[in-house]
């Protein structure tokens, strides 16, 4: 009867562990794994979604909605009609464009990251094209005489230089708009060497003849489509996110703004907004101590926005107001997201494990600064993890040593009394007392490691500088599939070694469960990055060395227990 239990749930577990891994595929935007649902209608196609937008115009929309405030008008129409551009500016690190509509930046090209799909190309993130939408966009929220103010619709003329030169720091482009209803509005990015984060400058200069208070709105506009690439394997999170004093980093789901639920904190004095997608992330931050409301609003079909709105209170004529702000557009390096903002960083998510993803970060970039390549960092990383976890690893092969040591007496109890299940039982209980051997103490110390390793899983694969990183030959980029699934063969049958070491468990159907288990999950390993896969190979290889010389010392020769499937 316990045999029969004990198969049902092993059974259970197992169909289980398949139906969750389904349910988080859809969960994420996925197609199920095991079991692929019908076919649903769907959603319009990128192209379509984009159309409404591709002008860079959300319909009769305005950051403020969300926010409670005046709103901006879709129609703001400039006094002059100026030529519109798309102009280039280039640094050593990125190549943007802008566009004389709004002085909005429309792309972002990032020289030094190549694309997943075509190496000889560079990583575009900001795009405004037939098939995407994501951008950047900023104005002011008000109207004078009927006529709205300078917005991301409002033409602008520029002027500035174009190109960073050989010993120059920085460059500056300057966007400006015409007098409208009073008010000129001065863009004026600055961006720097090697940097990804552009000073942006919003003056306001009231030409008219009667004080204004006027309010700026900084807004990242994207679609909900996830990014070109990623994996069905496993998912990263795509989406808008703010962070505030009081509620720290908050991610904000597409669907929840879509459907009115999306909870975000919306008065704040310190903080930014972003657009998060795997490996990089697009900010809005504005200097700590200036008041300003959080949004996230849907603009249009499968068109989203996150932003701020602060406000420039009694600009008296003839003056002008300034407001400094910070738009970033990168990569995820962690370092350099925790010098330019405090929880800049948090958009490399890590998830509920951050407090031990971290430090193990530092541990591997320590070990890269050393080795000088992230492949060997990674194995010296699980090698140091190892020899930290040492004794516990020690305590919980012992433990399997004795079992396989006691292991042919139970087999031959069981077969003995296997018409008699409860006295078997009493008799199983008898030998583990007398041996003094824990059933489960094998398996507690190896639970208690479990959150590093899974924090490590993330590490890895959020680590932007594992993009295009090689290890040996014919690994030329860790955030890859092995082209040749060398990596999952090694790691699948490492797997099954480091099985047929452990003690057969006295239950057959639980003996057969060791064996398919490693095998249906390995699947996965040969669509996950090499970089992954070369981490559990080498945790695997480092298992099995140990309890290969743990058994040698109790005087338990490794044996192999190999499936006897009938």
């Known amino acids: 009867?316990?045999?029969?239990?004990?198969?049902?749930?092993?059974?259970?577990?197992?169909?289980?562990?398949?139906?969750?891994?389904?349910?988080?595929?859809?969960?994420?935007?996925?197609?199920?794994?095991?079991?692929?649902?019908?076919?649903?209608?769907?959603?319009?196609?990128?192209?379509?979604?984009?159309?409404?937008?591709?002008?860079?115009?959300?319909?009769?929309?305005?950051?403020?909605?969300?926010?409670?405030?005046?709103?901006?008008?879709?129609?703001?129409?400039?006094?002059?009609?100026?030529?519109?551009?798309?102009?280039?500016?280039?640094?050593?690190?990125?190549?943007?464009?802008?566009d004389t509509e709004g002085g909005s930046l429309v792309r972002s090209e990032f020289s030094h990251h190549a694309d997943m799909a075509d190496h000889s190309k560079p990583f575009v993130l900001l795009d405004e094209s037939r098939d995407r939408v994501y951008v950047a966009q900023t104005g002011l929220i008000g109207a004078a005489n009927g006529v709205?103010?300078?917005?991301?619709?409002?033409?602008?003329?520029?002027?500035?230089?174009?190109?960073?030169?050989?010993?120059?720091?920085?460059?500056?482009?300057?966007?400006?708009?015409?007098?409208?209803?009073g008010l000129k509005l001065v863009k004026t990015y600055t961006l720097e060497r090697a940097s990804y984060a552009i000073k942006v400058k919003h003056e306001v200069i009231n030409t008219g003849a009667a004080a204004v208070s006027p309010q700026l709105y900084v807004q990242l506009v994207r679609d909900g489509n996830k990014p070109a690439g990623e994996s069905s394997f496993y998912s990263t999170f795509t989406g808008p996110a703010i962070y505030t004093e009081a509620n720290k980093y908050h991610k904000v789901e597409f669907k929840d703004i879509e459907n009115n639920k999306a909870d975000i904190d919306?008065?704040?004095?310190?903080?930014?907004?972003?657009?998060?997608?795997?490996?990089?992330?697009?900010?809005?931050?504005?200097?700590?101590?200036?008041?300003?409301?959080?949004?996230?609003?849907?603009?249009?079909?499968?068109?989203?926005?996150?932003g701020m709105i602060t406000a420039l209170s009694n600009v008296a004529p003839g003056q002008s107001k300034s407001v400094e702000a910070t738009l970033f557009t990168g990569p995820q390096e962690e370092k350099k997201l925790e010098a330019l903002a405090t929880g800049l960083d948090l958009v490399k998510d890590y998830g509920w494990l951050a407090i031990l993803a971290k430090p193990l970060y530092w541990l591997l970039d320590k070990l890269f600064g050393i080795i000088n390549n992230w492949g060997w960092s990674i194995v010296a990383l699980v090698l140091l993890l190892k020899i930290a976890f040492y004794w516990l690893n020690a305590k919980a092969y012992a433990s399997?040593?004795?079992?396989?040591?006691?292991?042919?007496?139970?087999?031959?109890?069981?077969?003995?009394?296997?018409?008699?299940?409860?006295?078997?039982?009493?008799?199983?209980?008898?030998?583990?007392?007398?041996?003094?051997?824990?059933?489960?103490?094998g398996?507690?110390?190896?639970?208690?490691?479990?959150?590093?390793?899974?924090?490590?899983y993330w590490v890895l694969l959020s680590t932007v500088e594992m993009r295009n990183a090689p290890w040996v030959g014919w690994i030329h980029d860790l955030s890859a599939p092995d082209p040749f699934f060398i990596l999952p063969v090694v790691m699948t049958l490492s797997t099954l070694l480091q099985t047929a070491l452990n003690p057969a468990p006295p239950d057959p159907m639980q003996a057969k469960m060791m064996w398919i288990m490693p095998l249906v999950f390995s699947v996965m390993f040969f669509f996950f990055p090499a970089g992954l896969v070369l981490y559990w190979i080498t945790n695997n290889i480092l298992s099995i060395a140990q309890q290969w010389v743990i058994n040698t010392r109790m005087g338990v020769p490794p044996q192999f227990n190999l499936p006897k499937f009938k």
Not at 41 to 54: F, T
Not at 426 to 432: H, P, R
Not at 443 to 456: G, N, R
Request: proline share 7%; charged share 20%.
């Open 400 to 441: 399997m040593a004795k079992m396989k040591s006691i292991n042919p007496r139970i087999m031959d109890m069981r077969e003995r009394l296997k018409d008699n299940p409860q006295q078997m039982q009493q008799e199983m209980m008898k030998i583990y007392r007398e041996e003094k051997v824990n059933p489960m103490g």
């Open 266 to 306: 919306k008065n704040s004095d310190k903080g930014y907004v972003a657009m998060v997608q795997h490996y990089f992330a697009s900010a809005w931050l504005l200097a700590d101590g200036i008041p300003r409301e959080n949004f996230a609003r849907k603009v249009d079909t499968n068109l989203y926005a996150v």
């Open 148 to 181: 709205a103010y300078a917005t991301h619709k409002t033409p602008m003329t520029v002027s500035g230089e174009r190109k960073l030169k050989d010993g120059q720091n920085e460059l500056s482009v300057r966007f400006e708009s015409a007098d409208i209803g």
């Open 1 to 98: 009867m316990n045999d029969i239990r004990r198969t049902i749930l092993w059974v259970v577990f197992g169909f289980s562990l398949v139906l969750l891994w389904d349910q988080w595929q859809i969960h994420n935007g996925h197609k199920a794994t095991f079991f692929p649902q019908p076919v649903t209608a769907k959603a319009p196609a990128p192209a379509e979604a984009a159309a409404p937008a591709a002008s860079g115009v959300p319909t009769a929309s305005a950051p403020a909605a969300a926010a409670g405030v005046a709103q901006v008008p879709g129609t703001a129409v400039a006094p002059v009609a100026t030529p519109r551009e798309r102009i280039e500016v280039a640094t050593d690190v990125l190549k943007l464009t802008f």
């Open 443 to 456: 398996c507690f110390p190896i639970m208690i490691q479990i959150p590093v390793f899974i924090a490590l």
